[in-house]
């Protein structure tokens, strides 16, 4: 099982940017995907997750109603739009997942996890 981040770069704040989580390995019909991401000298965050149904999905009330967890099953791609973005969103993007079957904002209940992808906004 492999996650594989990507999408990241440099944006103006009030800009967007769309983040992609490619998985390989097998299909992930039971996975819960979630996105965390790392600011400099911060720890860790919940930012949004869903189950792969897409049945249940969380927000960080941070990005609420600025991102969006979506995913496409065909390429087993999840993804995340990130909208009218602020200088506090730039930190390194992770992408996780795990077989729970529900939602959780607790970094230590995913099992897997991708390298992360740098997303940098400016001011």
């Known amino acids: 099982v492999q996650l594989q981040a990507s999408g990241g770069g440099l944006v103006q704040a009030g800009g967007s940017l769309r983040l992609s989580c490619a998985t390989s390995?097998?299909?992930?019909?039971?996975?819960?995907v979630g996105w965390f991401r790392q600011g400099p000298g911060k720890e860790r965050e919940f930012v949004a997750a869903h189950t792969w149904s897409g049945s249940k999905t969380y927000y960080a009330d941070s990005v609420k109603g600025r991102f969006t967890i979506s995913r496409n099953n065909v390429k087993n791609t999840v993804y995340l739009q990130m909208n009218n973005l602020i200088p506090e969103d730039t930190a390194v993007y992770y992408c996780?997942?795990?077989?729970?079957?529900?939602?959780?904002?607790?970094?230590?209940?995913?099992?897997?996890w991708g390298q992360g992808t740098q997303v940098t906004v400016s001011s």
């Open positions: 996780a997942a795990n077989l729970l079957g529900y939602v959780t904002t607790q970094a230590h209940e995913y099992t897997y």
């Open positions: 390995g097998r299909t992930f019909s039971r996975y819960t």
